[in-house]
């Protein structure tokens, strides 16, 4: 996994007498998550019935349309919430760094590509309702959920 990096700026501040303060502050750089593996969990039905087609037809036309998007990012302990029809997506930000935010890529390979595979293999086959991807395996990073809006 390997460590923290960090990002540094200086601030410049002039003086009165037009000398220059230099203030270095430290601040966290993204954490991205293009490169990480991300284990999918699918979501057994609590209720009778099977799923619905609808969703996972609506979560493939979620995926095709942000598939050539570029780079997003979530801000520390916080999620993002996509919606199309009865296909909803959300991931989550669950870093302990207070300050320091998700970096993820839109396209099939990595955003899009999850919920497509989410929705493909969570779906009727399986007689889920959704399922989950967790990143490194693990709630402690970031997750990507698919369900029924």
């Known amino acids: 996994m390997g460590k923290d ?17 230099m203030h270095k502050i430290d601040r966290l750089k993204d954490f991205d998550l293009c490169a990480a593996n991300c284990e999918t969990y699918c979501e057994k039905p609590i209720l009778d019935g ?22 997003f990012t979530i801000d520390s302990h916080k999620y993002i919430i996509w919606e199309y029809d009865t296909c909803r997506v959300t991931q989550y930000n669950r870093l302990n760094h207070a300050n320091q ?13 999850v ?6 293999h969570c779906g009727n086959k399986s007689e889920s309702h959704g399922g989950s991807c ?12 698919l369900e029924k809006a």
Not at 57 to 68: F, H, I, N, V
Not at 134 to 145: A, G
């Open 5 to 21: 990096t960090r990002r540094w700026s200086c601030n410049m501040k002039f003086t009165a007498d037009n000398t220059t303060v």
């Open 50 to 71: 099977g799923p619905d087609p609808e969703v996972f037809k609506d979560c493939k036309t979620l995926a095709s349309y942000y598939a050539d998007g570029g780079r």
């Open 101 to 113: 935010k998700i970096s993820y890529c839109f396209d099939q390979h990595h955003w899009a590509g």
């Open 134 to 145: 967790y990143f490194y395996d693990s709630l402690h990073f970031s997750t990507i959920t």
């Open 115 to 120: 919920v497509d595979y989410i929705s493909s």
